[in-house]
């Protein structure tokens, strides 16, 4: 499990009704490809972000699939239509069985 691994994400504070949004998340994580050894000489188990998922209010926004060559730390930024105020939910799975998770909450104004 990647003890390291820190969710970040940016969502405004507030919206109109049916505004659309930039949404920013990041995950710190090391994303290790199983490949390398430690200083003993043994393999690091593979330890990488494959699916990113956001929500709003349990309506998925967007569902991505990783490939393992994505990038330590990998960074999303999209948008979303917000119809109502709520909770947007940040989902990432990690290959070692590891979920992390965030939310932040949107008002309309």
Not at 78 to 98: H, I, N, P, Q
């Amino acid at each position: 499990m990647a003890k390291d691994a820190k969710p970040r994400v940016k969502v405004p504070k507030s919206a109109a009704a049916g505004e659309v949004v930039t949404i920013k998340a990041l995950i710190s994580h090391q994303m290790e490809s199983g490949q390398r050894k430690d200083k003993d000489g043994k393999l690091i188990p593979r330890s990488i972000i494959n699916r990113f998922t956001c929500d709003l209010n349990g309506a998925n926004v967007i569902d991505i699939a990783l490939d393992p060559a994505i990038s330590t730390n990998p960074y999303f930024e999209f948008d979303a239509k917000v119809d109502a105020a709520g909770e947007f939910k940040f989902t990432w799975y990690d290959d070692d069985g590891s979920v992390y998770e965030d939310t932040k909450p949107i008002e309309v104004a």
